[in-house]
């Protein structure tokens, strides 16, 4: 739509933007990128003095419940300890619906800011996206005390963890554009969005063993991206290795896929958005 | 000063309208699109056009609302993309569509600087220069570590208004930004202004206050129903338009009634 050399800008109406012009821009507002991402984490941190805190009690509180749940009530055979299980992907799981749902509400949220300056309208998407990734690693310091506590080992497997966030969150990224340019256009995709991630949160082994489930819906399981995603962040933590060849594949793929895919429908939507913001 | 900033060539815009009304539900439009129920017809904001704003110079744009002035702003500041012709700008820009735009309200004075610094394109660094310059300029004083939730309408008006006008553009867009504060921040307000012109600041204004516009510009354009009435020297282009309020006025109503663009 627009090019854009140092002070010339050429509003034409047969331009295109192509998606190298967008990273160019996108470059050219890293400070306002960093600005987004600082105020994502003031705002979230400052309120209160337990802002800092409830990151890191959240899970915990959440451990103390399902560890009762799950230990107490339902049993799951061969889990154990049931915790690090559970939160080594949970928390990933958190981070991906947070993400997705913020950036929707945001883009919205954002649509008069969009209509008074030019900002390229992705970067909203990728700041939220880079404070979450911020956030799930501050959520994983209870994780490991946890660990401490209960005597699981820590491998060096976790130092494979920046390379699983890293993959997941480029996954995250590509959802989040398809989803909050869709948002734009449709008030009812967030609410429906939130009743799909319920539906994923079972249809991905978070909670509940991948031996549970019957062979026969095995594929269900299988074709499901998180289920591969988030295996990339449990395994060495929980079994304490490197995740396996086909599982780094598999996520690596489905993270560019999601990211091209969710790019280029935002890509083409976002020329039309402020007909709807 | 004999080049142009602003070069507008057959600039016109459209808006797409749905004709069963806006459809805002997903559901909705996979079953209007299945039934093929989905017409739109287009509303023309802005028709046809093409003026030049020198270097330096101060046009002021008034019209009735819904004209297309915010429209024209929006195609200057790059924000929204002409539908046909082509707008060319030289200069950094600074738009101030509205004051305030991208406010946090949980952040403080302090913090909001560098924000809205950012969002109007300039680095940490830069506004840290600046920051001074502004923290006087808003006479916010200790409140400036306040949270801005805390503060009154007036000083995220004046907050709003020092960041603005700080960045230092060579291209300032106002759209109806002029009447903020007290008389003597009004006072303080158009100093600034007339600062910028002496620098030789492209300004271009949107206000329906008719004398803030003979104060300040020095050129004027009329819109009327998203096309160019007149354009010229100040005195004369409003001389005009009065004339013709007042013939509407003075005429049965009715014919007053302009096809209003989406703000």
């Excluded at chain 1, 209160?48 to 915990?60: A, D, E, R």
């Excluded at chain 2, 459809?23 to 439009?29: H, R």
């Excluded at chain 2, 270097?55 to 195609?75: C, D, P, Q, V, Y």
């Excluded at chain 2, 009154?152 to 004046?158: E, Q």
Aim: glycine share 8%; charged share 15%.
């Amino acid at each position: 739509m627009i090019e854009c050399s140092a002070t010339v800008l050429v509003n034409d109406a047969d331009h295109r933007v192509g998606t190298l012009e967008e990273l160019r821009d996108l470059a050219r507002h890293s400070h306002l990128l960093a600005s987004l991402v600082r105020r994502d984490l003031t705002v979230r941190y400052k309120r209160s003095v337990i802002g800092f805190f409830w990151t890191m009690l959240n899970p915990l509180l959440l451990m103390i419940i399902l560890t009762v749940v799950f230990s107490a009530l339902f049993r799951f055979e061969g889990v154990e300890p049931y915790a690090v299980y559970f939160l080594s992907e949970y928390l990933v799981f958190g981070f991906f619906t947070q993400t997705t749902v913020t950036s929707m509400t945001s883009l919205a949220w954002n649509g008069g800011l969009m209509k008074k300056v030019r900002v390229p309208k992705s970067v909203f998407a990728i700041s939220t996206t880079i404070s979450g990734l911020i956030n799930l690693c501050l959520a994983y310091i209870p994780l490991f005390a946890i660990m401490l506590v209960l005597d699981a080992p820590i491998r060096p497997a976790v130092f494979f963890l920046p390379v699983a966030f890293l993959i997941i969150g480029v996954f995250t990224l590509g959802v989040s554009l398809l989803l909050s340019a869709l948002a734009v256009y449709f008030e009812d995709v967030s609410h429906m969005y939130q009743v799909a991630t319920i539906g994923l949160m079972y249809m991905t082994p978070i909670i509940y063993p991948i031996s549970i489930i019957p062979p026969k819906y095995l594929w269900v399981i299988r074709a499901n991206p998180l289920t591969h995603l988030f295996k990339l962040a449990r395994d060495p933590i929980y079994l304490g290795q490197l995740p396996a060849g086909h599982v780094i594949q598999a996520s690596v793929i489905s993270a560019v896929v999601a990211l091209v895919v969710g790019w280029l429908v935002f890509h083409r939507l976002a020329r039309n958005f402020y007909q709807h913001l | 000063m004999n080049q142009t900033s602003i070069q507008f060539r057959n600039v016109s815009l459209d808006f797409k309208l749905a004709n069963q009304g806006s459809i805002t539900s997903f559901k909705e439009w996979a079953i209007r699109g299945l039934t093929r129920k989905l017409t739109y017809r287009k509303m023309r904001a802005l028709n046809d056009l093409t003026f030049d704003v020198p270097s330096g110079a101060t046009l002021g744009i008034i019209g009735h609302n819904g004209a297309g002035k915010s429209t024209l702003l929006r195609i200057a500041a790059g924000i929204l993309q002409p539908s046909e012709g082509v707008a060319t700008m030289r200069g950094e820009i600074a738009p101030i569509i509205e004051l305030g735009t991208g406010f946090e309200f949980e952040l403080s004075g302090r913090e909001n600087i560098f924000f809205n610094g950012a969002l109007l394109g300039r680095s940490w660094g830069d506004m840290n220069d600046r920051v001074n310059e502004i923290i006087d300029f808003s006479e916010l004083g200790d409140f400036i570590e306040q949270p801005i939730r805390t503060y009154s309408t007036g000083m995220v008006v004046r907050l709003a208004f020092a960041i603005a006008t700080t960045v230092d553009p060579s291209i300032l867009l106002l759209d109806e930004v002029l009447s903020v504060g007290d008389q003597r921040f009004q006072a303080k307000c158009n100093r600034r202004m007339m600062d910028f012109q002496d620098r030789g600041v492209t300004t271009v204004l949107v206000s329906h206050s008719l004398s803030a516009i003979k104060r300040i510009c020095n050129s004027c354009l009329w819109l009327d129903r998203g096309k160019v009435r007149a354009i010229g020297p100040v005195d004369e282009v409003l001389a005009e338009y009065s004339d013709w309020v007042e013939a509407l006025n003075g005429a049965p109503s009715g014919g007053e009634i302009s096809a209003r663009a989406p703000a």
